[in-house]
């Protein structure tokens, strides 16, 4: 989720999210020593690690990091890093399908650490292509509404290449290709419409609705996931309705 929680209750304690907010800094430092190690120092000629840069320094993760990761990454401080990216498949409450996206230098780790946090907190793992199937990889452009209109955003991205807008909560999504995302978001920038959060991402075919009981249990699971190193992004067809989500905040 890249800093943000689809799934994130609107009350949250400080702590918590100073904790969620290091989390993220961590992911982002890790998505651009990847990107340097791929490509390179130089961001000029490495699209990859001038995107995971801006992302970066969007969600404010302090600039000496950052430049500690660049030269980390590509080599540069005698370090070698070497991540892999694995995918693991599982199910939540009322037969959810969980895509979990691990970016590890340690693979045991990964897995071992992926199934207990699955397992103690109600769900269980499934088999490779499991539930794969009902994911495709989209770029998701996600943006407060601020008064805008669901045309008045098909009319900036249209052309870029969006597929659709969707409503989500008090947020707009807007889904493209993943080819497409640079050009839906130079397009808003373009606009002067300001976003929160651009991804490629794993969208589900079709969701299931959760009632309180299980949309609880859910989001223990998805934050038991998410407080792990390894993991990257939790992806699910698990869909929280507004009702349920209001009764979840009253427990708070």
Request: aromatic share 4%.
């Amino acid at each position: 989720m890249s800093g943000h929680s689809k799934w994130a209750t609107t009350k949250h304690k400080k702590a918590v999210i100073d904790a969620k907010r290091a989390k993220s800094f961590a992911k982002l430092i890790k998505n651009i020593e990847v990107a340097a190690r791929a490509g390179g120092a130089d961001m000029a000629g490495n699209p990859a690690l001038e995107l995971a840069v801006s992302k970066a320094k969007k969600t404010s993760v302090p600039i000496d990091n950052i430049n500690r990761a660049v030269k980390r990454g590509a080599g540069l401080l005698g370090e070698a890093v070497d991540y892999q990216t694995i995918m693991y498949e599982g199910y939540g409450p009322q037969g959810s399908a969980l895509l979990i996206e691990c970016l590890t230098d340690n693979k045991n780790r990964a897995a071992s650490e992926v199934r207990l946090a699955v397992t103690r907190n109600g769900g269980n793992m499934g088999d490779p292509g499991s539930v794969a199937y009902m994911f495709t990889r989209k770029g998701v452009v996600n943006l407060p509404k601020n008064g805008l209109t669901e045309d008045d955003l098909l009319m900036a991205v249209l052309d870029a290449g969006a597929d659709e807008v969707k409503e989500s909560g008090e947020n707009f999504e807007i889904i493209s290709e993943p080819q497409d995302l640079r050009a839906v978001v130079g397009a808003l920038e373009e606009a002067g419409i300001e976003y929160e959060t651009d991804e490629a991402e794993f969208v589900p075919s079709m969701h299931v609705e959760l009632d309180a009981d299980a949309a609880r249990k859910f989001l223990k699971l998805v934050d038991a996931l998410e407080d792990l190193d390894d993991v990257q992004n939790v992806y699910s067809n698990a869909d929280i309705p507004a009702a349920v989500m209001a009764e979840l905040e009253e427990d708070d």
